[in-house]
C-alpha cells in the first residue's frame, strides 16, 4: 500500500517555493584566473540584483571586490557580459549606474578611469577588456552614446592607467566589436566585428592587425568569417597562434589559422564548440599548452575533453556535468561554470592532470532532501511540420509524497526559451521544478532556430519567426499528448523576451490546429508588436527582425508596403480577434529591450474584448527581473493564473 497522498496532478505540496528560489539563490556569470586566484560574479537577487566580482584566494577564502553599491555589469549591447577583468592582483570593472571603467587593488578604494556621463543614457561603456601590460593600458570595447544621437557607436579603444580618459580608438568603422585578444607577445591584436542587420550568430569576421611602436594598429588583415559564417572566441596560444571557433562546416568547431593564411578544423564533429554570443566574454575553451586544450562542446548534452591539436584526440573528463560555460585555464588549472540536472550550477576547479575537481560555490545550497523532488529531463524528438524534427526537454511531474488519481494525466507547461536563437539549458532549474513537484509536466521546447544542433537548424527561423517557433511548441504538446504523458486540454504556455512572443503569437494564430491547443498563457516581457520593436529597440538587436522576419524598409516602395504586410501578420497585438483564452503578463518598467508599451498594446486590446488579464509592472526592472520580491511575486502570481484558468485546481501552499 502506498504511503503517498491521492491528489490531483498540479494539486501537489511542494516544498519547492518561491520563498525557497529565492531566498538564497544567486546567478553565477563569468569566470576569470589570475595566478592562483579565481574570480567569478554574482549576480545578487537579494540586494537588488547587483553583480558582485567575487575572489577566491589560493588558501580558500572568498572576499567581494566591488563594495557596494558598486554593481560590477555593463550595458554595452545591454545584456552586458566581461563587465569585469583581473590582471596581477588589480582589478577593473564598469560599474551599472554610471558605465564608468573603475580599477581597484587590493587593500585599496575603487578609481574610475573614464569621465562621469552626462546622464545614465548619455554615457561611455565599456566591456570585454584586456591588459596591454607593456603599454600600460586597457583595451577592449566601447558603446559611445554622445558621439551619435541617432546611434551609438561601437569600437575598440584603449585607456591609459595612468591618465585615464574615455579611450583612444584602436579599430573602428563596424557597427559592432568584441573580443580583442592581444598575442602574448604584445605585437599583435585579434578581434571579432560585424555589421547590421547580421547578428554574432549569423556572420561575423574576424581580424588581426599589427600593434605599433606607438601602440596603433597597423596592418589590419581580415583572416576568417563572413560570407554568412560566425566566428567565435578567438584566442592566442601561448606560443602566438591564434585560435577561433567558427560554422563554416556546418558546426561550430575549433580553427587554428596556419602560417599560409588558411585555418584548419582542429576536430571535424558534428557538434558545437561555439555559443550564441548574446553577451560578451563566453569562453568554451584555454590552452594547457602549445599543444594541448580543454574545449567544452555539446552533442545535445555537454562535454568538457582534452584536445591534442597535432592529432586531433579527443579525451573527456568524467565529471558529473552536462553543461559548460565561462571554461578558463591557466597551467594544468581549468576553472568553469557547470551545470546538471541534478545539482545547483557551480563555479568548478578543475585539476586536467588528475581529473580531481572541486566546487567553490554554487548557485544555491544543494539540499540533498530536495533530490527526490527534481524531475530529470527526457531528450525527445518529435515531428512537426513541413516533416522536420524539433526537439526538447521533457521533465515529468516528480513529488515522492504525491500520487495523482487512477486515469488522470497532468496538465502541460509549454516553455518558450528567449532568444530566440537561444536553447533550453539542461541545468538543474528550480523554476522548472517549481511545477513539476506540484504534478505539472513541463516541455522546454528547443524549436528550430534553436542553438546546439548545428547551422542548418539555427537557420530554420531564418525569415520565418512565429512561424516555425509556433508550429514546434504546437507540435510538442501534440507529440506528448498523443503518447498520453500529459492531459492536453490544460496545456499552457509561458515565455520571455522572444519567448514571450512566441506565446503569443501561439495564443493569436490563425490556425485553429496550433491556437486550440493552449488553454492559458503567459508573456514575461515579451513581444506583441514586431513592427514597434523594429522601430524602438536598442542598437544591438535593431536589425535582428531583418534577419528573422524581413528587412522592415526597403528601397523600392512596394516591396517595403509588402515587408510591413509581413510585420503586421506575424504581430500579435493585430490579431486578437482570434484570442480566446486568458493571459498573464510580466514587465519591468525600465526595459530598454522590449519596453513596457510593447506588453500594454496587448493588454490594452485583449481588456477592450473582455478576455481575462492579469498584468504585473515591475518598478525599477529590465529585461528580465533581478529582484528578489519580484522573482517571488511574478512565480507566484503565474501559478495562482494558470491554477484558477487553466489547470482548475486548488492549490497546496
Given amino acids: 500500500m502506498s504511503d503517498r497522498l491521492t491528489a490531483r496532478f498540479g494539486a501537489w505540496k511542494s516544498p519547492v517555493t518561491s520563498d525557497l528560489i529565492v531566498a538564497e539563490a544567486i546567478g553565477l556569470d563569468d569566470v576569470l584566473l589570475d595566478g592562483n586566484n579565481v574570480y567569478w560574479v554574482e549576480a545578487r537577487p537579494q540586494e537588488g540584483g547587483r553583480h558582485v566580482l567575487v575572489h577566491r584566494a589560493a588558501a580558500g577564502s572568498s572576499t567581494d571586490v566591488n563594495p ?69 593600458r586597457w583595451i577592449g570595447v566601447r558603446q559611445d552614446h554622445l558621439t551619435n544621437l541617432h ?80 566566428v567565435f572566441q578567438p584566442e592566442w596560444s601561448p606560443d602566438g597562434r591564434l585560435y577561433f571557433v567558427s560554422d563554416q562546416s556546418g558546426w561550430w568547431n575549433l580553427y587554428r589559422l596556419e602560417g599560409d593564411g588558411n585555418a584548419r578544423n582542429l576536430c571535424p564533429m558534428a557538434a558545437e564548440f561555439g555559443q550564441p554570443q548574446w553577451v560578451f566574454g563566453q569562453s568554451t575553451y584555454g590552452f594547457l599548452s602549445n599543444r594541448e586544450i580543454v574545449c567544452a562542446f555539446s552533442k545535445g548534452t555537454g562535454t568538457l575533453a582534452r584536445l591534442d591539436v597535432e592529432t586531433g584526440t579527443v579525451s573527456a573528463f568524467n565529471l558529473p556535468f552536462t553543461e559548460y560555460e565561462s571554461v ?91 532568444g530566440p536563437t537561444a536553447a533550453a539549458s539542461s541545468s538543474l532549474d528550480l523554476g522548472i521544478q517549481f511545477w513539476t513537484s506540484r504534478g505539472i509536466a513541463v516541455v522546454d521546447v528547443n524549436y528550430g532556430g534553436s542553438t546546439g544542433y548545428g547551422r542548418a537548424y539555427r537557420d530554420l527561423l531564418h525569415s520565418q519567426w512565429g512561424v516555425v517557433d509556433v508550429e514546434d511548441c504546437a507540435a510538442a504538446v501534440k507529440y506528448l499528448a498523443g503518447r498520453t504523458l500529459v492531459d492536453p486540454r490544460r496545456a499552457v504556455i509561458t515565455g520571455g523576451s522572444a519567448g514571450g512572443f512566441t506565446v503569443l503569437a501561439c495564443l493569436t494564430s490563425s490556425r485553429d490546429e496550433i491556437r486550440n491547443c493552449f488553454a492559458s498563457g503567459a508573456s514575461h516581457y515579451g513581444v506583441s508588436d514586431v513592427a514597434a520593436l523594429a522601430q524602438d529597440t536598442h542598437k544591438f538587436e535593431s536589425r535582428y527582425l531583418d534577419w528573422l522576419i524581413a528587412p522592415y524598409s526597403d528601397a523600392d516602395p512596394r516591396v517595403e508596403a509588402q515587408y510591413r504586410q509581413v510585420y503586421r501578420q506575424r504581430s500579435p497585438v493585430h490579431a486578437c480577434v482570434n484570442l480566446s483564452v486568458p493571459v498573464a503578463f510580466f514587465q519591468g518598467t525600465e526595459d530598454m529591450v522590449v519596453p513596457p508599451n510593447q506588453t500594454e498594446l496587448m493588454v490594452d486590446a485583449l481588456h477592450a474584448k473582455g478576455i481575462a488579464v492579469s498584468y504585473l509592472l515591475f518598478e525599477g526592472e529590465q529585461h528580465g527581473f533581478r529582484q528578489a520580491a519580484n522573482i517571488k511575486r511574478a512565480l507566484d502570481a503565474e501559478l495562482c493564473f494558470f491554477a484558477a484558468e487553466a489547470f482548475k485546481v486548488c492549490l497546496r501552499f
Fill in 68 to 136: 557596494p553599491p558598486l554593481n560590477a555589469r555593463t550595458r554595452v549591447h545591454e545584456y552586458g557580459g566581461a563587465a569585469a577583468l583581473v590582471d596581477h592582483g588589480a582589478a577593473y570593472f564598469s560599474n551599472y549606474s554610471d558605465q564608468r571603467l573603475y580599477r581597484i587593488v587590493p587593500g585599496g578604494e575603487p578609481h574610475p578611469l573614464t569621465p562621469a556621463p552626462a546622464s545614465p543614457d548619455q554615457s561611455l561603456r565599456y566591456a570585454d577588456g584586456r591588459i596591454d601590460g607593456s603599454r600600460h
Fill in 328 to 418: 578558463r585555464c591557466d597551467g594544468g588549472r581549468v576553472a568553469f561554470r557547470g551545470g546538471s540536472p541534478s545539482a545547483p550550477s557551480a563555479i568548478v576547479l578543475l585539476d586536467a592532470a588528475t581529473g580531481k575537481f572541486e566546487i567553490l560555490r554554487t548557485a544555491m545550497a544543494d539540499d540533498p532532501t530536495l533530490r527526490p523532488y527534481y524531475s530529470a529531463p527526457q531528450a525527445i524528438d518529435f515531428p512537426s511540420a513541413s516533416g522536420r524534427i524539433a526537439h526538447a526537454l521533457f521533465y515529468p511531474p516528480q513529488n515522492p509524497d504525491f500520487e495523482a488519481p487512477k486515469g488522470e494525466l497532468p496538465p502541460l507547461v509549454v516553455k518558450c526559451h528567449g
Fill in 151 to 230: 546611434e551609438p557607436v561601437n569600437s575598440i579603444v584603449a585607456i591609459d592607467l595612468a591618465a585615464g580618459g574615455a579611450g583612444v580608438v584602436l579599430a573602428e568603422g563596424y557597427d559592432f566589436y568584441s573580443n580583442p585578444r592581444l598575442s602574448p607577445d604584445g605585437r599583435r591584436l585579434a578581434w571579432l566585428c560585424w555589421n547590421h542587420p547580421n547578428m554574432p550568430w549569423v556572420e561575423t569576421e574576424l581580424w588581426i592587425a599589427e600593434v605599433a611602436a606607438d601602440g596603433h594598429l597597423v596592418e589590419q588583415r581580415k583572416v576568417a568569417g563572413g560570407n554568412a559564417v560566425s
